[in-house]
């Protein structure tokens, strides 16, 4: 058995990824990938934990972060093509029309 | 899980989700993600989370990838330029990542005192385990995301549809686009 300790520091290593992801990258596709890898890296964070304590509620809130995150791709991904449509970019830096 | 083949998928796992954030090219970075999420399902299993890492697999690194995928071949992106703009942003998400990263690390660093193991059911990770407690606990949770998978679907077909207009627009700027591809 893995000790915990190095299953929350893989954890948490894929969350600074993905947030330098969204910090770092323009492209609104990569920062919208960043997301997902987020995601994943807090799911392992509660499957590594669930194991631990002997409660299958984790693996059950990482079946709904699952449907939801599947659910945040869609329709993101519908405004990213909405705005790609009007805007015929995928840099938000060109996204800055609410910016004051 | 041995400690070695746990370092190889966990440095597997870092180096691709790297490949994420460092590529050029948005379909290989959605490569490197479904490598991470793989790599992910994995662990899940060997953590004894069986059936989630197999619905991981299916369906994160399947479907949910694909619509990714197919959004990437649909924009049609020019090639990434090379990297540019404001710097000061940059440095301070380095920054601030980086920030992220090691408080992470202070916190993670000792939490097998602080968790109190539990009695692990035999079946532990198994479907029926899993339904028990996810039809039973949860059902309500269940149902409202049926609801939230139909709004999510409904929303998406309404954003991703062109407006009325655009027919017109794209009428009008037809012939000029077949005339450049004739000349």
């Known amino acids: ?45 509660f499957v590594s934990l669930g194991n631990r304590l002997g409660t299958m509620d984790a693996q059950v809130i990482v079946f709904f972060v699952m449907t939801v995150a599947a659910a945040e791709a869609a329709v993101g991904l519908a405004i990213i093509i909405s705005i790609f449509r009007n805007r015929e970019s995928v840099n938000v830096d060109d996204f800055t029309l609410l910016k004051w | 899980m041995p400690a070695w083949l746990f370092i190889f998928f966990g440095a597997l796992a870092i180096v691709a989700a790297f490949g994420v ?54 924009l049609n992106i020019p090639g990434t330029p090379a990297p540019g703009g404001q710097l000061a942003p940059k440095f301070i998400g380095a920054i601030a990542a980086s920030a992220l990263g090691s408080m992470l690390f202070a916190f993670f660093s000792e939490p097998e005192a602080a968790v109190r193991a539990g009695a692990m059911a035999a079946d532990y990770g198994s479907i029926s385990s899993l339904a028990r407690v996810l039809f039973a606990d949860y059902l309500i949770a269940f149902e409202v995301t049926s ?18 207009n655009l027919d017109a627009k794209r009428d009008a700027e037809e012939p000029r686009r077949d005339e450049a591809a004739a000349g």
């Open chain 2, 147 to 164: 609801v939230l998978l139909l709004a999510a679907m409904v929303g998406a077909v309404a954003l991703a549809r062109p407006p009325k």
């Open chain 1, 1 to 45: 058995m893995i000790s915990l300790n190095y299953m929350m520091l893989l954890s948490g290593a894929l969350f600074s990824i993905g947030v330098a992801g969204v910090l770092l990258r323009r492209n609104v596709l990569v920062m919208f990938m960043s997301i997902e890898l987020m995601l994943n890296a807090v799911n392992l964070a």
């Open chain 2, 21 to 74: 954030i460092v590529q050029r090219n948005p379909v290989h970075c959605l490569l490197s993600l479904v490598l991470t999420l793989l790599v992910i399902a994995v662990l899940f299993i060997a953590e004894g989370a069986v059936v989630v890492g197999f619905l991981q697999a299916i369906i994160y690194a399947g479907a949910i990838m694909v619509i990714f995928l197919f959004v990437v071949w649909l």
